[in-house]
């Protein structure tokens, strides 16, 4: 990009100023989460089976709680966080000392094409705009490697949300709701291809109570082949 958007800039700075009231509050959301830990579970795994032994990208890691996680699953997968805000990246590394942390954009991701094995997008296309959205999404296309997954993860809804204040610090933050049809209408014009589309109602008690329904939706990069894939066959027979 030649010049920063706006978006970015804001963004960085909020989360730069919130980041270690961020760190202490996520610390243990995942553990209140299992439909969410299955999700990513499985997301690790298709990138294990599929991802040909590359890496696999948290893009928008903030402090590296999730990454923490994948990398934890075990599966072998190379596993490393990337981040707008240094002061998010500063808390990862500081949390998760063994793992790897960059700076980066959605909209610029610092990895050569088709370089990951995976690709994960939670929580992180949020703050993206409906008209850089397609960008962002042709970005996860360029650095998968055929076959690869990406998993992204959003809150549900037709309206953005706007804080001016969150953990006690002034923020600029944007966070745009969308429907996962939507989402996945996009990824596919980007040429990726859905797989599974998930929509989970709010949380209204509990440590983590939620504005608005979850949505996430799983696809991959196509591989390329001339032969049939598992579901040409018909089995039942």
Known sequence: MTAEADFLRTTRDSYDAI????ASWTRDE????PLERGLLTAFA?????????LPLADAGCGTGRVTAFLHGLGLGLDVFGIDLAPGMLAAARRDHPGLRFEEGSLLDLPSADASLGGLLAWYSTIHVPDEQLPLAFAEF??????????????????????LTEALGEEVALVFHRRQPERVASLLREA????????RRERETDGPFPERTPQGFVLARRPTVSGGCEDGDIDTAD
């Open 19 to 22: 980041a270690d009231g961020y």
């Open 30 to 33: 995942l553990a209140a989460r």
């Open 45 to 53: 795994e298709l990138a294990a089976a599929d991802g040909g032994g």
């Open 141 to 162: 296309h360029r650095v998968l490697a055929p076959g690869a997954p990406v998993l992204l993860g959003f809150q549900v809804g037709d309206e953005p949300l706007r």
């Open 191 to 198: 040429g990726l291809e859905v797989r599974s589309l998930v």
